[in-house]
């Protein structure tokens, strides 16, 4: 079947994603893709949607290795479907798999937009290179991402907040038990709605300060976005739920004493007059929303300092009175503002236990600027062609 998607032409990342992403050998940014619609389109279900559990009727996939050579071959956009696998495929027992999260927006004029894809782009591709896997081109990422949205319109949720979810992954299809690179691999992306991050309010939660588990050491995969670090922070996640906390607090692993991260997202507190986050030093994931809630605060003048902050740094501030506020921050709720930090001998209480003023703040912002409903002076939305 002949759509739109497979005759329109491709403008091309803007100019801002080719400063920023990876260099890679390829003259052809296009990417032509093969369509296979469904015959019924079912469009987007009334209801609650949640998170991460409505999808669309398609999938974009790509393939490297196998019969098609060793390079990126046969994109197409076609029915939703299961995955077939060997059971031997590599992804199964060594986890060569990365995956990313993005997501797309009906703007308040009714066009559809991406947020900062092409740093999602850059990352995947250095998110490949990190667990040996063929980077995907940026601009072929950010065309298939572009196409398979377009072909979904009729799913991208229009209340305010809500959202298309992205989740472009990658997985090694080799059926081989040999522990090197795998030869095969499958590029795919899927789509979902899913409602505002804070349909029932902009609620503190609780957060376990973590002393025991670690989810990152230097030299380790932590600055890469991969299955296997998800799968290492699931245990101090669920003993933290058992004792009533929403997530943990992760600590270095080599001193614990370091903040790193809290949960999947990136930290920030707030002490004084000054905002801190920790820099990027390997073990942290290098968050898109992280990088621009720097800028939106650096361009309100606030102190905002990238350096390491200890968990000791934090209770004392706590003690003088300054500690004022801690959140999370990540592409899925944007801000994720902390009441409280727990510890063996009780809670820390964050400010007056209500979501901090810059949480707030920057959280509207972005998704403000999502939906350009604010001016784009950062050149962050891309217009889905
Ligand atoms: C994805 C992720 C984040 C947030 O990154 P965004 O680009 O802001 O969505 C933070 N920490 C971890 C561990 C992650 O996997």
């Not at 093969?34 to 609650?48: A, E, F, H, I, N």
């Not at 300060?209 to 799968?231: D, H």
């Not at 073990?283 to 390491?308: N, Q």
Request: charged residues 25%; contains cysteine.
């Amino acid at each position: 079947m002949q759509t739109e998607a497979t005759t329109s032409r491709h403008d091309g990342p803007a100019d801002s994603s080719r400063r920023s992403a990876p260099r890679v050998e390829t003259a052809d940014a296009s990417l032509s893709v093969d369509v296979k619609l469904v015959p019924s389109p079912r469009g987007c279900p009334p209801g609650k949607l949640g998170f991460g559990r409505v999808f669309t009727d398609h999938i974009f996939q790509m393939d490297w290795g196998g019969e098609g050579g060793q390079k990126w071959h046969a994109p197409r956009i076609v029915p939703w479907s299961q995955l077939s696998l060997e059971p031997s495929a590599a992804v199964l027992h060594y986890a060569q798999s990365i995956f990313e999260g993005l997501k797309a927006f009906r703007g308040a004029d009714g066009k559809l937009r991406t947020f900062r894809p092409e740093r999602h782009a850059a990352r995947f591709y250095r998110s490949a290179e990190r667990i040996c896997m063929p980077p995907v081109p940026p601009e072929q990422f950010i065309a298939a991402v572009d196409k398979l949205v377009r072909i979904e319109e009729a799913w991208v949720p229009t209340a305010p907040g809500a959202s298309l979810y992205i989740r472009p992954t990658m997985i090694a299809t080799e059926g081989f038990l040999g522990v090197r690179p795998a030869q095969a691999y499958t590029f795919f992306v899927i789509v979902g709605p899913v409602d505002a991050y804070y349909a029932e309010g902009f609620g503190p939660v609780r957060i376990w300060v973590e002393q025991t588990q670690v989810r990152a050491a230097p030299g380790g995969l932590g600055e890469a976005k991969t299955g296997a670090n998800y799968a290492a922070s699931l245990q101090a996640a669920e003993f933290a739920k058992k004792k009533g906390y929403a997530q943990v607090l992760w600590l270095d692993a080599v001193e614990r004493r370091y903040v790193e991260e809290v949960g999947t997202m990136n930290f920030f507190v707030r002490i004084g007059d000054e905002v801190i986050t920790p820099p990027l030093e390997g073990t942290i994931l290098p968050g898109v929303t992280r990088e621009s809630i720097i800028a939106l605060l650096r361009e309100r003048g606030v102190t905002m300092t990238e350096r390491r902050i200890t968990i000791d740094e934090i209770r004392a501030a706590h003690a003088a009175g300054t500690l004022r506020e801690v959140f999370g921050t990540g592409t899925a709720a944007v801000v994720s503002p902390v009441g409280a930090l727990g510890f063996a001998d009780g809670d820390l209480q964050i400010g007056d236990g209500q979501p901090g003023e810059f949480a707030r703040l920057l959280h509207d912002e972005i998704v403000a600027i999502q939906r350009l409903e604010t001016p784009d002076r950062f050149g962050w939305t891309h217009d889905v062609p």
